[in-house]
């Protein structure tokens, strides 16, 4: 898997950080209902758990396979050594 994935991984979670974070400090001031900007950081919070959960199942995917390609190349490098060697 590459790095760059990763990396994304951990920006879209910066970046609902920043709006529970937003929506927390926004709630001090009583111009806003807390009530609505408790809701829209429930939701928030709802959409990071389930972005998390689709990119951690993708992800697990590729690294299992990855992983299992891995292996084989490393069965068959060992394989062809004793014959060879």
Do not use: C, P
């Not at 609505?36 to 959960?53: G, K, M, P, Y």
């Not at 993708?58 to 060697?85: C, P, S, Y």
């Amino acid at each position: 898997m590459q790095l760059e994935i990763y990396e994304q991984w951990f920006q879209v979670n910066v970046g609902f950080q920043q709006v529970l974070d937003s929506l927390k400090a926004l709630r001090k001031d009583r111009t806003f209902d807390a009530g609505e900007l408790d809701r829209f950081r429930e939701l928030a919070q709802e959409a990071r758990v389930a972005t998390n959960s689709y990119i951690a199942g993708v992800v697990e995917r590729a690294e299992t396979e990855e992983a299992g390609r891995l292996f084989r190349d490393r069965l068959h490098r060992e394989k062809t050594e004793e014959i060879g060697g």
